[in-house]
């Protein structure tokens, strides 16, 4: 009888738990790399991956009699693809977790709840349905539309990336409405022909029906699959296991959907690749653009990077070379990019009240022109909610939240006050709870109220507004696109969840009511963030070749002189971009130097602090110091929530490769300073952090 072989196996351990590395078992049978299993952990039995032995990631070594054998293994399933084992492997190395936690999180929970009996029987009956439900194959194309010179010269060099060994990743640089989804159409329809699979990224879930029926239109007689929070766990494992078995031609999904199992992967899209959303916000904080160049990279297939606004590293990496960038400037049609005007906000007198009026006048005459015409307009206020907090005059009360460091939002429909922070949530009181002053106000503006006042001055108007609180119920979103579409709109209000991506074709007028705030804030980025969101918006206007002529776009500001609306009314991203970089440049801020932060979580501030002086200290000590520049502790900008404070601290570095080195020799570390700080809740390292 052959004695059993020793199998390196990853859990799911969180960061502190300590086990960072793979553990031992023993099978009676060899497994190969990426074979799903089960097996004991401490008293419970857990899911795990047979891993390929390796030094980086050597098992923890036991003398052979104290391992325990594997419990289960999933027979059924093919292992992982050797491919996507590196990309979790380089993933948790890069941002700092255990290969096991990154690993075992982005795959379906549903796997978790199954042993090996119940994953062959759903298996089965998932391949019964996908034989039965098949897309018909036979029948014409669908028919295509005549490419634009500038979407002919992207696809040969995409078909030039096809050809090479290892093909450049393709920076997509085209204004909103030059036809970029038809480049990613085009470039999916030969990699199918090839027998590959295609991955398509989208940032948010919103954006995901839009495209998802632009693909099933053009490739009906190919396999779908979406990937999104917005399934249910069943739905979740069925289109992991169709991707995984093969049956999935294209995979369309959010972030999580970077690590879809795909053996025969060809080419990877990302759109809207500059958007923060493809950003993880928790647990291992991974960036699915970065790691889809990444995995591009490893598998050899071209990875096509779209966006009217490029991320600046995007842009960075395309200046050195790195990137081949594409230019795509003319609209598809024809059609002119909206017309941008400034109104000087400073120039209005002021109201009893001492804000300013709502609209300028003539912002007001171009909504009601719209109006008269039968064209649609979208006027976007980046805050939801009635107003951005209560407020009692006799007294100076404010409708703080209890348990965080933020005002409550007074959200006037349900007469609530609602912390968008940790959800607490309260009917508005009748009186001032302070002095009992009856006479309590709001105090600014959120898009319910400016959805009310819009009724007010356009009394004709039918008015919609959409944002995260009118589109949270299923159906919702949907329904209210299907209205703007439909034309039973006139005025759209919203956050900027309407200003990515849609295709509104009778918009002509957009309104961006007070974006100012972003101009002076703390955070590096902000001034990115404001400019692509504007882009964006700019670009819902005109979308009709017709009417693009007649098209514009108002910013309400208080600073028209600023260089951003300057670049903006030019529809000028390269200008912005250079700015842009050569402040960072002078700064020493990426795509120029590289950054990680240390954050920490506790009750009370002072324990979260002690924790990272204590980790500043530690540092010192490390080989390479003198390479990084540590940052003293501060809190962030909403540094409590759900009564628990958070500091962080700041880690830079010049080199990107140093970085990495200096934070994993630093890890281990932490966690023996861990056990040091009662009190602590939790700590991370974030690297690449996207807001500081």
Known sequence: MTSPLRVPVVVEAPQHSGLTTPLDYLSEHPLKPGTLLRVPLGRREVLGIAWRPGAQLDGQALDAGALRPVAA???ALPPLPPAWLALAEFAA??????????????????????DATALANRQARLLKRLQRDAPASEGPMPERPTLADEQQ?????????LAEPRPQPLLLHGVTGSGKTEVYLRATEQVLAAGRQALVLVPEINLTPQLESRFAARFPGRRLVAMHSGLTPAQRLSHWLT?????????????????????????????????????????????????AVYRGHLERVPVLLGSATPSLESWQRALQGRYRRLEMAQRVGGGVLPQVRLFDMGVLPREKSG???????????????????????????????YAPVLHCADC????????????RVFHKGE??????????TERVPRACPECGNLDIAPIGRGTEKLEEQLAELLPEARIARLDADTARGKGQLESRLAEVHAGAVDVLVGTQMVTKGHDFRRITLVVAVNPDSALFASDFRAPERLFALLMQAAGRAGRDAEAAARSEMWVQTWHPQHALYAALKAHDFAAFASGQLAE??????????????????ARDAAVATAFLRAAAECATQLDGAGDVMVYPPVPPSVSKVANIERMQMLIESGSRARLQRWLADWLPRLHQLRAQHKGLARWAIDVDPLSI
């Open 73 to 75: 293994v999933f027979e």
């Open 93 to 114: 190395a890069y941002y700092q977790r255990s290969v096991g936690e990154l690993a075992l999180s982005v795959l379906p929970p549903e796997l978790r709840k199954l």
């Open 153 to 161: 010269h992207a696809l040969a060099a995409f078909e030039a990336a």
């Open 243 to 291: 991707a995984l078995l093969g049956h999935a031609d294209i995979v369309l999904g959010t972030r999580l959907s970077v690590f879809a199992p795909l053996p025969r992967l060809g080419l990877i899209v990302v759109d809207e690749e500059h958007d923060p959303s493809y950003k993880q916000q928790e647990g291992a904080r991974y960036s699915a653009r970065d790691l």
């Open 355 to 385: 804000h300013g009026p709502l609209f300028a006048p003539p912002v007001l005459q171009s909504l009601r022109e719209r109006i008269a015409r039968g064209e649609q307009s979208l006027v976007f206020l980046n805050r939801r909610g």
């Open 396 to 407: 100076g009360w404010k409708s703080g939240c209890p348990h965080c460091s933020a005002w």
């Open 415 to 424: 007469r609530t006050l609602r912390c968008h922070h940790c959800g607490f």
């Open 584 to 601: 960072r440049r002078s700064a020493g801020l990426p795509p120029f130097s590289h950054l990680a932060l240390l954050r920490a979580e």
